[in-house]
Every structure is written in structure tokens, then in C-alpha cells.
């Protein structure tokens, strides 16, 4: 196979151009197809779906550890994906991969996650893509499981294409290859944080707060992403873009919210 039949894999990640898991993952997609590295420019962590409108953007070359070059930019992770898909890629992009992430993105981390927010515009894009992160916040990780898993998975999206308005979500335990118990398909847990403010009081007297607090971990409901880490399975959640509460919609339509008539005000010319 030639390179200009290879597909286009655009990588990019919430960590920065510079984060380990980046280049493991981009090391490990070059068995796969054409990677382009379109990445932040500095850590972007929990930027959720944010997108830059009101300043320029700008994209720099960079030389990855293996010679080979990427572009980081000052934009968002979404941003990354827009520049990456319409710009900095000659021709279409076939995948967008986003990671691997340092730390989990599970349960309800999935609306702060700039990782996941990247494969989500992708999405929208219509691009088939997925979010791929290491399920533990030690100093000592191995990347190579979660890189090779994402290497399979990556050949896969590539031969399957999947429902429209639809991404995946991927978690990978932080422990060597024996220790994996296997590959489940889950669904969206629920994960809070307790504890969140921390108010502290500064040497003038005013008070000052950090946001943070204690992951639960009581009470996992077997068949979601936070079981299946926690039981050390690689976590594959499918993520639809419909936010829409199904279950309340009908329940909206009974309280008789849609008889509402609109009243103007003659004074305020509404
Ligand atoms: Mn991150």
C-alpha cells in the first residue's frame, strides 16, 4: 500500500502537543494509516466543547521526538479538529483519534473533557472518531496497552462505519497487558465529585477557593465505564450526540408546558 491510499488519521489530544500519551498514540496509529498531529499548544484539560471566536488562531510547526512533524496551535482541542480537518490535512480525513488522555474520562467527566470534546466535533463533522484515555493520574504510566488497543480499534472504525451523530469513548486500566481482564462494551456511569469547593483564606483576609474533591466510588452499576475500570476491563462506550432526555419528554408534554400563550407588554413594545 502506497501513502496517498493510507488513510488520514487526525491525532490530537487535550494534554498539549507535548504529552507523553500523544506521541505513544501517534507512534502507534503510523501502523495504521497517515497521522497528522494537530494538538494544543499548552494543557488544555476539562476545556469541555469550547471553540475560540474572538481571538486569531495560529498553528505552528513542530518537531515530534521522531523526527517527524505536527502543528500545535492556541486553540481549543474542537479548535484543533476544525483547523486539522479543513486546513492543515491535504484531503479527507478518514478517523480522528483524541489522546491518549493522562487520567480517565468516565461518567459525567465526559461534559468537562477536552478529549472527548475533540471526538465529538468530529462527529458533527460527520468523521468517524473516538476519545481514548488512561484510567489513572499516577506519574508512572504505561502507555503501550492503551496504544495498542487504540492501534485495534482504530483499524476496526476504519472498516466499520458507524450509526451517524455517534463516537466512542475509550478507557483503558493503567496495568500491565496480564492484568487487563479483557474489552467491555459499557454505558455512561455515574461518577461525582465530592468536596468540590476548597475555600481558603489569603494573608489579606479574603477568601480565595479551589475547585477539585474526591472521585465516589461506592455503588458502581455493573455495565458502565466506571465498573468496567474498576474491575480493570478496557472500558468501549458508544456516545450519541443527542443529549435529548427521552424519558422526561413525555412526562414535559403532561405538565401542559406547550398550552402557554404569549402576553406582550404595550410599554416595552414586545
Ligand atoms: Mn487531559
Redesign the pocket.
Same mark, same amino acid.
Given at each position: 500500500m502506497t501513502d496517498s491510499d493510507r488513510p488520514n488519521i487526525l491525532v490530537t489530544? %487535550? %494534554?498539549g502537543i507535548h504529552a507523553e500519551g500523544l506521541f505513544a498514540l501517534k507512534t502507534s496509529l503510523d501502523r495504521v494509516g497517515n497521522v497528522h498531529v494537530v494538538a494544543p499548544d499548552r494543557?488544555? #484539560?476539562?476545556s469541555s466543547h469550547s471553540i475560540t471566536l474572538h481571538k486569531p488562531l495560529r498553528v505552528s510547526k513542530v518537531r515530534l521526538p521522531d523526527g517527524s512533524h505536527g502543528y500545535s496551535t492556541n486553540g481549543t482541542p474542537s479548535d484543533c479538529i476544525s483547523l486539522g480537518v479543513m486546513d492543515v490535512v491535504d484531503g479527507k480525513v478518514g478517523l480522528v483519534v483524541s489522546g491518549i488522555?493522562?487520567?480517565p474520562n468516565l461518567g459525567w467527566d465526559l461534559t468537562y #473533557?477536552?478529549?472527548v470534546s475533540a471526538a465529538m466535533e468530529a462527529a458533527i463533522l460527520g468523521i468517524p472518531a473516538f476519545a481514548v484515555s488512561v484510567a489513572s493520574y499516577e506519574e508512572d504510566i504505561s502507555f503501550d496497552v492503551t496504544a495498542g488497543f487504540a492501534a485495534y480499534l482504530a483499524a476496526m472504525l476504519l472498516e466499520h462505519p458507524l450509526p451517524p451523530d455517534t463516537l466512542i469513548n475509550v478507557n483503558v486500566p493503567n496495568q500491565p497487558a496480564d492484568c487487563i481482564n479483557g474489552v467491555e462494551i459499557t454505558r455512561q456511569g455515574r461518577r461525582r465529585y465530592f468536596g468540590k469547593l476548597d475555600k481558603r483564606i489569603d494573608p489579606m483576609g479574603r477568601a480565595y477557593y479551589w475547585l477539585g474533591g474526591d472521585v465516589q466510588t461506592e455503588e458502581l452499576e455493573e455495565g458502565t465505564d466506571v465498573k468496567a475500570i474498576a474491575c480493570d476491563r478496557i472500558s468501549v462506550t458508544p456516545v450519541h450526540l443527542d443529549l435529548t432526555g427521552h424519558v422526561a419528554f413525555e412526562e414535559l408534554r403532561k405538565w401542559g408546558i406547550e398550552e402557554f400563550q404569549p402576553a406582550g407588554s404595550p410599554q416595552t413594545g414586545r
Open positions: 489530544n %487535550d %494534554d494543557p488544555r #484539560s476539562a488522555n493522562w487520567g #473533557s477536552g478529549t
